[in-house]
């Protein structure tokens, strides 16, 4: 995760966790294959155990790169 995006992705689990509920974030990522930087967004839910315990987290993270893209030109095109 880029570190300026990390507390994002830390915030949105912390709650999920905290709420008992989904967490959705977009944040920056180096692709592990090339370490180009790319967007992702993360959907899931916390899992907990017989105790209520957070054990683990559930999800998909989709790389959405190119629709950020689409939404900068956008942008820039308003300015």
């Known amino acids: 995760i880029e570190p300026d995006d990390a507390r994002v992705a830390a915030r949105a689990v912390a709650d999920a ?3 008992r509920a989904d ?3 977009e944040y920056r990522v180096h692709r592990p294959t ?3 930087v790319v967007w992702v967004a993360a ?3 916390p899992l ?3 105790d209520g315990a957070p054990t683990g987290m559930i999800g998909v993270v989709q ?3 190119e629709r950020k893209r ?3 030109a956008r942008a820039s095109l308003l300015e």
Do not use: K
């Open 17 to 19: 966790v905290a709420n």
């Open 23 to 25: 967490y959705t974030a």
């Open 34 to 36: 090339d370490g180009e």
């Open 43 to 45: 959907l899931g839910r």
């Open 48 to 50: 907990y155990d017989a």
């Open 63 to 65: 790389d959405i790169t």
């Open 70 to 72: 689409i939404e900068e």
